[in-house]
């Protein structure tokens, strides 16, 4: 075991494995380990170069490998795929993982502080809230539906529902389901209450982040997608430009092409789901904004593109602004101000 220079762990719930080799490319363990078991088996080694997929739990054990002295890197599980072969298991994907994290054109993932670990939790939590929210609304506009009562879109559709469920004077809905409809209407109340609470531990983050607060200048970029991107970049000099940072969250043209002849198509949607709807929609509601048309660039695109696509565009350029604004340690410019 002292002679092991490079380790594949493949991480799981209870029992990982272990692929190393030497210097020479020779493999000198190949074994399962309990959840228990690891840190100590781990503190038995010399210091060396470990990888593991960024996967669930991964930034915890890169934080406690970390400190018994030991390098760890983290890979996209997608860059890990190719090198595994013939029979998908365990053993395999470690020598797999061992392989890959030796490749010097591998691309590898920063691991998250604990505080960042903690902001992005928020925001699963918080997207969870809204998706649930969405739900109960819509099992609420269906089930009025059927006896005739529709409503307008949004929330002001909802309120007129719930008004309508309040109203003992309305007799449209039967008695059995009414009263399973207050228990719907009481669950969005919960849920509301539960989302600004959220909202409230979010806003607190992003106060005492100095990221956050110099992406909060930039327009369309309010405090919830401030701290998303925030707690989901933990370096920006990963990227070598703007351009490289929003296309790993999917919101630059694909290419296709062939023979020295590229073409450009829809965006990618590679990377973050979260992080890109969150650019678009603050971008939609900028563009809503009346100081949308006081931007020059924005007011030419407008002028010749339709709105969404004028969203995807704008929100491209605000996370290559974000970029610029995290690696510089800046806060936002506009065109007017620099000049």
């Not at 503190?43 to 400190?67: D, F, N, T």
Request: aromatic letters at 6%; one cysteine or more.
């Amino acid at each position: 075991m002292t002679d092991v220079t490079r380790i594949g762990l493949d991480l799981a719930k209870s029992v990982f494995q272990v692929h190393g080799v030497n210097a020479d490319e020779v493999v000198t363990i190949r074994r399962s380990l309990r959840r228990g078991q690891l840190l100590a088996w781990f503190s038995q080694l010399p210091p060396c170069l470990i990888g593991m997929e960024a996967c669930a739990g991964a930034h915890y054990w890169a934080g406690e490998l970390g400190k018994l002295g030991h390098t760890v890197r983290l890979m996209p599980p997608g860059y890990v795929k190719a090198y595994v072969r013939r029979n998908k298991n365990d053993a395999a994907d470690a020598a797999a993982i061992c392989e890959a994290v030796g490749r010097p054109s591998m691309r590898f993932v920063p691991a998250k502080t604990p505080e960042q670990q903690a902001a992005g939790g928020i925001h699963r939590v918080r997207a969870l809230l809204v998706k649930q929210e969405t739900m109960v609304m819509n099992s609420l506009r269906g089930l009025m539906a059927e006896f005739g009562i529709v409503a307008a879109q949004g929330r002001k559709g909802i309120a007129d529902l719930l008004a309508i469920l309040n109203d003992p004077e309305d007799a449209r809905i039967p008695e059995p389901l009414h009263a399973s409809l207050q228990a719907l209407a009481a669950t969005l109340r919960s849920l509301a209450a539960q989302l600004k609470t959220v909202d409230k531990a979010l806003a607190a983050w992003g106060r005492r982040d100095a990221t956050t607060r110099r992406l909060s200048t930039i327009p369309g970029f309010g405090v919830v997608t401030a701290t998303a991107i925030a707690a989901h970049v933990t370096d920006p000099h990963v990227f070598a430009s703007g351009r490289g940072f929003s296309a790993s969250i999917g919101v630059v043209p694909r290419q296709q092409g062939t023979g020295g002849k590229v073409c450009l198509g829809p965006i990618s949607k590679k990377g973050s789901r979260y992080l890109r709807r969150l650019a678009v929609s603050g971008a939609m509601s900028f563009l809503r904004s009346p100081h949308a048309r006081k931007d020059p660039w924005v007011a030419k695109m407008l002028a010749s593109k339709p709105m969404k696509v004028v969203a995807v565009a704008l929100a491209n350029k605000n996370l290559r602004i974000a970029w610029a604004l995290m690696v510089r340690g800046e806060e936002y410019r506009s065109a007017a101000v620099a000049a």
